[in-house]
T-cell receptor
Framework: DQQVKQNSPSLSVQEGRISILNCDYTNSMFDYFLWYKKYPAEGPTFLISISSIKDKNEDGRFTVFLNKSAKHLSLHIVPSQPGDSAVYFCAASSLAPDNYGQNFVFGPGTRLSVLP | GAVVSQHPSRVICKSGTSVKIECRSLDFQATTMFWYRQFPKKSLMLMATSNEGSKATYEQGVEKDKFLINHASLTLSTLTVTSAHPEDSSFYIC?????????????FGPGTRLTVL
């Protein structure tokens, strides 16, 4: 049973518009969430994170929203650029007391294509 | 779906000893595997790219002699932390790439928690 789901395997968006990538989780013990971006033949790179005490975190064009009651988070990219075309993974973790992750689980990824 | 396993899931060792962590792709062949280290409340840091049959490619700042990577087969990569010290205590995660003619999909292992006393 997948603990972290990204139900859209792919998404296409026009350049300049908003990209919204969704992620759902089932384990209510998760309290820290991260988004990663991956280009072909490269490892994922960290984008943005949010802890469960917040419902929004913004960094430039990237904003992550967390809805704990719905166990849902989303990544918004505004405005979308062709260079944003990549696979996006969401990950969930429950922080151990020493702040290292435990039960660190990744979703299957969503492939975003930003069309010029 | 494809599964990636890591062994062990947790390891505690004394300072100065070496620890080997295995990453296996259970139902697919992975020509490329990646090794990451997680820092407290932060993102995963990519340590190295492990290619089957050739030397690993290390990221800047990662000591090659400290973190030995071997990718002996298409389903197994190992990370050996040599002469471990308490500052090496961390959460290590691997991922494996499943490549088809049209896709390049990444599957992550569950991670290994290393504690060096």
């Amino acid at each position: 049973d997948q603990q972290v789901k990204q139900n859209s395997p792919s998404l296409s968006v026009q350049e300049g518009r908003i990209s919204i990538l969704n992620c759902d989780y089932t384990n209510s013990m998760f309290d820290y969430f991260l988004w990663y971006k991956k280009y072909p033949a490269e490892g994922p790179t960290f984008l943005i994170s949010i802890s469960s005490i917040k419902d929004k975190n913004e960094d430039g064009r990237f904003t992550v929203f967390l809805n704990k009651s719905a166990k849902h988070l989303s990544l918004h990219i505004v405005p979308s650029q062709p260079g944003d075309s990549a696979v996006y993974f969401c990950a969930a973790s429950s922080l151990a007391p020493d702040n290292y992750g435990q039960n660190f689980v990744f979703g299957p990824g969503t492939r975003l294509s930003v069309l010029p | 779906g494809a599964v990636v396993s890591q062994h062990p899931s947790r390891v505690i060792c004394k300072s100065g000893t070496s620890v080997k962590i295995e990453c296996r792709s259970l139902d697919f062949q992975a020509t490329t595997m990646f090794w990451y280290r997680q820092f407290p409340k932060k993102s995963l840091m990519l340590m190295a790219t492990s290619n089957e049959g050739s030397k690993a490619t290390y990221e800047q700042g990662v000591e090659k002699d400290k973190f030995l990577i071997n990718h002996a087969s298409l389903t197994l990569s190992t990370l050996t932390v040599t002469s471990a010290h308490p500052e090496d205590s961390s959460f290590y995660i691997c991922s494996a790439t499943l490549q088809t003619t049209s896709t390049d999909t990444q599957y992550f292992g569950p991670g290994t928690r290393l504690t060096v006393l």
